[in-house]
């Protein structure tokens, strides 16, 4: 039980740990990387220097440093992200996060459950089989696929299927020709079955067919390497007698993020799906640090979410399996005292 205290406190440490980061990181790119966030708050046109030294007064950078810093913390933690720069100059971060990001969570969740169930699967399978030749057989088609890199496989998909054979479009998540539907949820799958246009739903559901193909191989690839490393690391531990260990679970969450974020910007470039991955590449070319901060303040959340959620996981499937050893263990010793009577 004490363990499992200690891992709790390590979990929360790390969670904590990486939201502060994430903070530090935020405010120092937006107060010494070029551009001057006061800018974005006013009319285009000649400055009103009255109307500017009043607004950065507002934002608190007339403040020392440190008080910039604790504003500036609150601010993003109550989701006040600032303005655009340059991509769309004055409009709050927000509402750009907030047309992108569903259009990457419906790019991302179907590959990621998909991925993840096939690569638990064919990973587990390949560790535990007394099949030689299914154990190798998934082990070359994993190495071989992950060292396919992902933008040669959307390139290939896109080339193949989208133009020699044009079964699916190559680019884009609608038809030139079809509209937006009424704004409710954000979600474009969402709204046309809101609003009833059935027809805008089947097109945007045909454009997700090939990035959706290339992510679903791309991850589960990668889960079948990870989950392969984790079993066997795993194995080796408990013939050496050692217990499991929390870190390397932890940096194989990180790992496994940072690769599929990598795979889901690759994936929107090639198909040109502007999402979350876009929205940040875009904002890095037109140097708006203030949307760049807030992509990867969000980003930094999630991957906190993630950890935690991991770790908790990771803690309470090792509280489950003691339990069960115990009671096992418990159940064969009474066996063998009703032998012995």
Known sequence: ????????????????????LAIVISFFISRFLPGDPVLAYLPEGPIDWNEYE?????????????????????RMLSGDWGRSLSLARGLPVQSLISVTLPRTLDLIMLPLIIGLFL?????????????????RSIQIISLIGFAFPIFLLAMLFQFFLGYVFPIFPGTGYKSIAYPDPPLVTGFRAIDSLLSGQWYLLTDYLYHLVLPWITLTISITVFTIIIVRSYLINQLNQIEDGETRSI???TFQVGLGFAIIFAFLMVTETFFGFYGIGQLLLNALYYADYYVI?????????????????SLLLFILYGKVKNQSLSKQLSISQMDNEVKLT
């Open 54 to 74: 009043a607004m950065r007064e507002q934002l608190g950078l007339n403040q020392p440093l440190i008080i910039q810093f604790f504003l500036f913390a609150f």
């Open 293 to 309: 901060n807030g992509v990867l303040f969000l980003i930094s959340i999630s991957f906190v979410l993630l950890i935690t959620i």
């Open 119 to 135: 690569g638990l699967i064919l990973g587990k399978f390949s560790v535990k089989t007394r099949s030689k030749l299914g154990n």
């Open 1 to 20: 039980m004490q363990k499992i205290y200690k891992n709790l406190i390590f979990t929360l440490i790390i969670a904590l740990a990486l939201l502060i």
């Open 247 to 249: 870190v390397p679970f």
